[in-house]
């Protein structure tokens, strides 16, 4: 499937698309600038064992239990009109694990995407895989590619999810991608930033502008290293599983506070006037 390519006009969320709202939701949506939200989004969802651990039951039931928070920041962001959303899922370190947790993490990433297709399409989201895919399991590669398949045509949100990931990794697989096409050609180019940029996995979408971390712990964990280079760090001690539309509204209102200059000075230039980079461009 070709890259998805940024949206060329301004898309703005129309008052009330989030539905009823609690008053705690209320009162941050109503801080919110509706056109000044981040054009890309991306979540390290971590605190699922610690959550589970806290309630003295096994960590597979904190993995299930996030899924929930998952399909409300899915939702929730796909109505506010964010261009696209990234979701740290499964890392290349996380085979690391015991054998049953990797396991059931496969089955449950399995079972969420047949069960979740429907809120998919209903929000027109469209979705997209981040990682090495052909080194999974032969049924979570089929149920990948049917997922990607299925939401091609779909033109809102798109939704990225991080899967065997690893920014590193992605970087490596970048640079083993440039030097076969120059080896194909039979002549050698110096590689600049654009060239690496677009054989990312994400390429044709806009870098983070917002990177939110769960479960309070202080470390990027190999995450979009290349991309979240000018991301506004975001990290709150809410466990994943706790991770509610309140906490994501609150995270997008305390991002609007930050003055971002990219690497200038203050009041050198409007953030209007600075979209957020294009990974390929």
């Known amino acids: ?47 699922n064992g610690r959550w589970a651990q806290q309630r003295h039951l096994p960590r597979v039931a904190g993995h299930r239990a996030g899924t929930k928070s998952a399909r409300v ?12 959303l990234t979701l740290y899922a499964f890392s290349v370190e996380n085979w690391r694990r015991p054998k049953t947790e990797t396991d059931f993490l496969m089955q449950l990433l399995r079972e969420y995407l047949r069960k979740e297709m429907p809120l998919l399409q209903k929000n027109d989201i469209r979705i997209r895989f981040l990682g090495r895919t052909d080194e999974l399991p032969q049924g979570v590669q089929d149920d990948v590619r049917d997922a990607t398949e ?49 054989h990312l996995y994400t390429e044709g979408l806009p870098d983070p502008d917002l990177l939110i971390r769960t479960s309070g712990e202080m470390r990027i964990s190999n995450f979009l290293l290349w991309q979240i280079a000018y991301a506004e760090i975001f990290v709150t001690e809410t466990l994943w599983p706790d991770f509610n539309r309140a906490r994501l509204l609150e995270a997008l209102v305390e ?27």
């Open 1 to 47: 499937m070709p890259p998805a390519s940024p949206h060329t006009t301004l898309q703005v969320p129309v008052s009330g698309a989030l539905g009823p709202l609690t008053a705690e939701e209320a009162r941050f949506f109503e801080k919110l600038d509706l056109l000044r939200l981040p054009r890309h989004l991306a979540v390290i969802m971590d605190g």
């Open 73 to 84: 920041t899915i939702e929730t962001c796909a109505r506010l009109k964010i261009e696209a």
């Open 255 to 281: 991002y609007q506070k930050r003055e971002r200059r990219y690497g200038g000075i203050r009041g050198d230039e409007p953030d209007a006037h600075k979209p957020a980079r294009v990974v390929g461009e």
């Open 150 to 198: 299925r939401t091609s045509r779909n033109r809102g949100m798109v939704l990225c999810i991080a899967l065997n990931y690893g920014g590193r990794a992605e970087i490596v697989d970048a640079m083993n991608a440039i030097l076969a096409e120059q080896n194909g050609r039979g002549h050698r180019e110096r590689i600049s930033e654009e060239t690496l940029a677009h």
